[in-house]
């Protein structure tokens, strides 16, 4: 199986009629505007002040756009993203990329050359919001995140460090020794490798790897030019640079966060670009806030539910990462419950990442059905015996109920967690929750009597 | 500095603005000529954000007006 490029994306859902194109030319400031409009992805092919470059966005808006990239059906995403991300299947190196066909180095770095959109009202300045950053570490060896990056001027950007991640442990190394952390920044790369980046791997895994396993087919990978790392070589465009020893001292956002809140300012690093490569043609990628993020959260989010509750022997039936929790900070789950499973399954879906909330249910219940899971929470739920409370957990900025403000600089907040049993209490019998049934329903017919 | 930075910087000494705000004041500017006079002024390393993140310059009224501001 080849390998699928972002522009193969574009024409999947070109052929699934998911995709609009707009042929007029369109000055970058009005990208989002415009976007905004429609609920269909979108090709811009004429840009205002940038010949020969197009943008796409909007790519993963919706659920089902997320099933056409996993090719399966949409209530089957995470457990699609679960079977092709259990193997790992490792990159290769190739000699020639496209996404070095264009070269800027040196004093010809002007990142004012990129379409950089205006995204919000209240953001800080313009971004590139869909990135593919390859950072390597000399004991943990590669790794691969998604990091947001505001235009400061023609050879830097700030880059959003402010919550727990790999890379910005990789940083903190770099900065005890007063040394930059080198990295390279792909946009307009295949949504497997946004998935990668996103998903939450243990430290020394390999998100190439990962994403190698979504496709089914290794990674071609490209040596960068001016840094010791390599990027997907269909990748779209190529930052080259470092993120600068200063720590988290300069401003950085507002930005329209995936909590689908404008945020505030942050105090981050600054990443100064060294070499820009990229396309003959090239496509920018505008990742579309919060609906992209919020759905490349969700099949990652259930997943590591999924494994969570497997880790803790509760066999799982259905798992939801609700886009109203922005596919992040709620974990719903039916299961085949054995005496006791309900709280077993509370404390591991806790345990993902920063889920704040989740509500396990039998597997009666719908859990894509917002009504079913009101009634088992209003009839399996006893507040004082079937929830869970936990202090002091891993928080994340955005949220602002955890008062991240209070950290200063630099610092990493706490959350406190909510569990809710709604399966069926032990020893309550089954039978009291028999659904009513209507008599004669199945012998009679309406249109017979109109 | 190009005059288009100095012009920011004028407006930032002036009144604290979001940076949409910014932009909606130069739309007739070409956005990479824009970007460019941005980027001059924040070489120069002389903003400052205010608590609703307006951008200013210390220095005249600017400062006083986002003082006042409050996030609530």
Redesign the interface.
């Known amino acids: 199986m080849a390998k699928k490029a972002f522009r193969d994306f574009l024409h999947d859902l070109e052929t699934a009629g998911e995709i609009q194109r707009l042929a007029k030319a369109v ?3 009005d990208l989002s505007g415009l976007a905004a409009q429609t609920d269909k992805a979108v090709l811009f092919e004429e840009i ?3 010949p020969g470059w197009r943008v796409a966005t909007a790519l993963l808006s919706s659920r089902r756009r997320l099933a056409i990239v996993l090719d399966c059906a949409e209530d089957r995403i995470a457990q699609e993203f679960e079977t092709r991300s259990a193997r790992a299947i490792a990159p290769d190196i190739v000699g020639n990329a496209p996404c070095q066909e264009v070269v800027m180095e040196g004093d010809e770095v002007d ?3 990129l ?2 959109p ?1 995204m ?7 971004y590139i919001s869909g990135t593919f950053v390859v950072s390597r570490d000399a004991e943990y060896g590669r790794n691969a995140g998604s990091y947001r990056m505001m ?4 050879r ?1 950007t700030g880059i959003d460090l402010v919550s727990p991640s790999d890379m910005r442990f990789y940083y903190q190394r770099m900065l005890d020794r007063g040394e930059p952390l080198p990295i390279a920044v792909a946009v307009g790369v295949h949504p497997f490798e946004m998935l990668a980046a996103s998903y939450k791997a243990p430290i020394a895994a390999d998100e190439l790897e990962l994403a190698g396993g979504l496709h089914g087919a290794p990674v071609p990978m490209v040596k960068c030019r001016t840094v010791d790392l390599e990027v997907p070589a269909d990748s779209e465009i190529v930052l080259e640079g470092e993120i600068l020893p200063i720590g988290w001292t300069a ?1 950085e ?2 930005f329209g966060e995936f909590s689908q809140i404008s945020g ?2 942050k105090w981050n690093p600054v990443f100064r670009v060294n070499c820009i490569t990229h396309r003959r043609d090239p496509i920018f990628y505008l990742l579309q806030m919060p609906w992209e993020n919020d759905w490349l959260s969700a099949p990652v989010t259930e997943a590591a539910g999924l494994q969570a509750l497997r880790v803790a022997s509760v066999e799982p039936v259905a798992i939801r990462a609700p886009v109203g929790s922005c596919g992040y900070w709620t974990l719903i789950a039916s299961i085949r419950k054995r005496p006791g499973e309900g709280k077993n399954a509370l404390l591991a879906l806790l345990s993902v990442a920063e889920v704040k909330l989740a509500i396990v249910t039998d597997d009666d219940i719908d859990i894509n059905n917002p009504d079913d899971i009101d009634w088992a929470l209003t009839f399996r739920v006893q507040a004082d015996q079937d929830l869970i409370t936990l202090s002091g957990a891993r928080g994340k900025h955005v949220d602002p109920s955890i008062r991240a403000w209070e950290m200063g600089q630099g610092g990493l907040p706490l959350t406190a967690k909510l569990g809710i049993d709604a399966t069926i209490p032990e020893g309550i019998p089954k039978w009291l929750y028999k659904r009513i049934e209507t008599y004669g329903k199945d012998r009679v017919r309406l249109e017979d009597y109109l | 500095m190009s005059g288009l930075a100095d012009t920011i910087e004028a407006t930032l000494r002036e009144e604290p603005l979001q940076f949409a705000e910014l932009v909606d004041r130069h739309r007739a500017v070409a956005w990479r000529d824009f970007l460019h006079g941005w980027g001059e002024l924040r070489e120069k390393d002389i903003l400052k954000r205010d608590d609703i993140g307006r951008y200013y310059i210390p220095g005249g009224k600017a400062e006083a007006i986002a003082a006042e501001t409050r996030a609530v």
């Open positions: 000055d970058p400031r205002e002040g940038y990142l004012a050359a379409p950089f205006l919000h009202v209240h953001d800080g300045g313009p235009y400061r001027n023609k830097e401003d956002g507002p505030d300012v």
